[in-house]
């Protein structure tokens, strides 16, 4: 993502390369408008790619697999990486790993993909078969692949909606109380104050706290382009308290959030899968995530009336549809709505002429 040098007025743009070596190599060109940065980014981000894969020997089934593979460990976070490398690990026991990718037909990939539906879930399938569509996409681009996609015609498998629960306020206060420690409390009300993706506060550092500015800087690189991008979204009073306390804790070690082992190192958080599970047990509510609390953020601003592109930028979402997905009433039963609905006593005072 282009920055400005706020020094000559540039734009700035970026692009980090993988060396076969392991070491990353940044690339930056200075442009006097952002659109050029941008598009700047976008060919050199294609010049490097198309390097990576010049020569590349796509024949075969284990070829592709090796190469996409390769190309996904560089560019994506490591849990898109791993989902991708489980469908080829399926792929590649349903298949021949040895079979000529010219030689693939859609009813390969139905076949297999059926089976993951009946073995696994339809939701499963459908994932599986994003990741394949993806990866033949790229094939086709970078490493000349044939360039009909047989996995596109693979229908869609029929799936259960298994929508996030979004929990209530109430919920929300049972499981913060029933947190056993000052930091666990310090997290949840830092999810809950600003929406946050769970893995953005465990990469969350001091340096990403401006107290004086009352501002936070999140990173992410849940977007198209797989970069890493960041912004800075203002912070409310009673979470810079809160932060205030937990520097007190942790404000010497770099991240905000750490956990101790027994031997009494800090280290970062990685993934806490079953903590707010337990929580959730113990508060006696239903169960809800991390995720569940981000929903919860967006609905809140909803309900008071804070107009949809000022809660797209605070959850950093690219398109503002998907933001409106995360919108909840915080009202499920609907009282309020239907307590503005006309009543039989209007049309008495209509009659007796008082309106």
């Not at 969350?204 to 009352?214: A, C, H, R, S």
């Not at 499920?332 to 209509?350: T, Y």
């Amino acid at each position: 993502m282009p920055y400005k040098d706020r020094r000559t007025g540039q734009w700035i743009g970026q692009v980090k390369e993988t060396l076969p070596n392991g070491k990353v190599k940044k690339h930056c060109a200075r442009l006097p408008k952002l659109g050029m940065a941008k598009a700047w980014e976008r060919e050199k981000q294609k010049e490097i790619d198309e390097q990576f894969t010049k020569g590349m020997s796509t024949d075969s089934l284990i070829d592709w697999a090796n190469a996409y593979l390769s190309f996904s460990k560089k560019k994506h976070v490591k849990k898109t990486y791993e989902e991708k490398r489980l469908a080829f690990k399926l792929l590649l026991k349903a298949i021949d790993p040895a079979y000529p990718l010219k030689m693939l037909q859609p009813r390969h990939f139905l076949s297999h993909l059926e089976t993951q539906m009946e073995g696994r879930s339809g939701n499963a399938a459908n994932k599986d078969r994003k990741n394949l569509v993806a990866a033949w996409n790229w094939g086709i681009q970078f490493a000349g692949m044939p360039e009909k996609n047989p996995i596109i015609k693979v229908p869609r498998f029929a799936t259960e909606k298994d929508e996030r629960r979004v929990p209530t306020m109430d919920e929300f206060w049972k499981v913060y109380k029933a947190t056993t420690t000052e930091q666990d409390k310090h997290m949840l009300f830092c999810y809950l104050h600003t929406g946050a993706r769970r893995d953005e506060l465990f990469r969350l550092m001091w340096k990403d706290v401006d107290f004086d500015k009352k501002l936070i800087r999140l990173y992410t690189r849940k977007n198209k382009s797989g970069q890493w991008k960041n912004a800075w979204l203002p912070i409310s009073d009673e979470l810079l308290i809160m932060l205030r306390k937990q520097r007190m804790v942790t404000g010497l070690l770099g991240n905000v959030f750490m956990w101790r082992t027994e031997d009494g190192q800090w280290l970062p958080y990685l993934y806490r899968q079953h903590w707010m599970k337990r929580l959730c047990k113990r508060a006696k509510v239903e169960k809800f995530g991390f995720h569940g609390i981000r929903h919860l953020f967006a609905s809140i601003l909803a309900a008071k009336g804070v107009v949809l592109v000022e809660i797209q930028r605070m959850l950093r979402h690219e398109s503002i549809n998907t933001t409106a997905r995360y919108i909840h009433s915080l009202n499920p039963e609907g009282r309020e709505v239907v307590g503005v609905l006309p009543r039989l006593e209007d049309q008495k005072r209509v009659a007796e002429g008082e309106v």
